[in-house]
């Protein structure tokens, strides 16, 4: 189906942007990667009656890692998979390179991918582990945005209409740290049916020093799972501890059934998700190289 009518606009700069949304009013929005906004158009879920493209920016889209990784909001999903800066961090790589189909990768943003706050993207889940924070410019000036408070609802973040993500930017981790994120699709180009995201750094005996844990598509945001997080505290990371955590994430999980699957099977995936994805981190923490891909079945 063809999207509804719309006047299409081209911002030379984020200013200009900022304030061409203020005067278009609410019926506009800005225009990304296309990849979440079109197909809504295109089901007319979305009716916007001007776009304005962001994608002729100049200095929109890079990756920076000195002191802190900072990612442009327009930088493609593709980008951060094959960056050696982003590899810094290696629970990024886990995520942009399972993100869909190469196509989706090579448009789709991460800024865009934040604002759209859909409960089952990706980058949620993942950039709440690292604690990454949001920068963003309105019509009020910047703000930053701790990632934890941005992410409200399903599809609802902490901007206000008018207002840009300009840039996310991701702490590098301390020696002995590491994170994975393993997430279950049914095939590349859909999204997840659930996901776990770790982040965490090991003391010299490599006893847990601290840990975050996040869960992707099985509540309404990105959830977090405390009881796991406490379990892990200072403690060795054994065969026991790793089934009090799936337990700790199965009791946490809220699923829904769907098309994906039942609520139950969801809820079982997590905690093997969950087990896979520490035992990757723990690994990667202790210096050692691990590829890390997502399950499909
Ligand atoms: C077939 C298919 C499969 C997909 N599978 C996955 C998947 O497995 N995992 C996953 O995470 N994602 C998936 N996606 C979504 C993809 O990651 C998109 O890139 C992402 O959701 C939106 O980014 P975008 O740049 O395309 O934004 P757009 O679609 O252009 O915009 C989305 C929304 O964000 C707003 N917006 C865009 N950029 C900004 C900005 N800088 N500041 C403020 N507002 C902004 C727009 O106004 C719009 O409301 C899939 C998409 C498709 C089409």
């Excluded at 206000?160 to 095939?187: D, F, M, W």
């Excluded at 009090?244 to 609520?263: I, K, L, W």
């Amino acid at each position: 189906m063809y999207p509804g009518a719309f006047a299409y606009h081209r911002a030379k700069s984020y200013s200009e942007a900022v304030s061409q949304l203020s005067e278009l009013g609410e019926d506009a929005k800005f225009l990304a990667g296309g990849q979440s906004l079109i197909p809504l158009m295109k089901l007319r879920l979305s009716t916007p009656r001007h776009l304005d493209d962001l994608n002729f920016i100049p200095e929109t889209s890079y990756i920076h890692g000195n002191g802190a990784l900072r990612i442009g909001a327009l930088t493609r999903h593709s980008q951060i998979a094959a960056s050696p800066d982003a590899a810094q961090v290696p629970i990024l790589r886990d995520c942009a390179t399972g993100i869909a189909d190469p196509q989706v990768r090579h448009m789709g943003t991460i800024g865009g991918s934040l604002a759209e706050a859909d409960p089952t993207g990706d980058w949620a889940p993942v950039l709440l582990a690292t604690g990454a924070t949001v920068k963003t410019l309105g019509a009020s000036g910047e703000r930053s945005i701790d990632i934890s408070e941005f992410i409200l609802d399903a599809f609802h973040s902490a901007l206000q209409h008018g207002e840009l993500v300009t840039e996310i930017a991701v702490p590098l981790p301390n020696k002995r740290s590491g994170g994975a994120y393993i997430a279950l699709k049914r095939c590349a180009p859909v999204y997840a049916s659930a996901s776990v995201a770790v982040q965490l750094a090991l003391h010299d005996d490599d006893s847990c020093k601290d840990a975050r844990i996040y869960l992707g598509v099985l509540g309404l945001t990105a959830t977090r799972v405390p009881a796991a997080e406490e379990a892990l505290q200072d403690r060795q990371i054994d065969a026991g501890l790793l089934q009090t955590v799936r337990e700790a994430v199965m009791d946490t999980a809220e699923p829904t059934s769907d098309m994906r699957g039942s609520a139950d099977y969801k809820r079982e995936v997590a905690g093997t998700l969950a087990k896979l994805a520490l035992q990757a981190a723990v690994r990667r923490a202790r210096g050692e190289h691990v590829e890390v891909t997502h399950l499909y079945a």
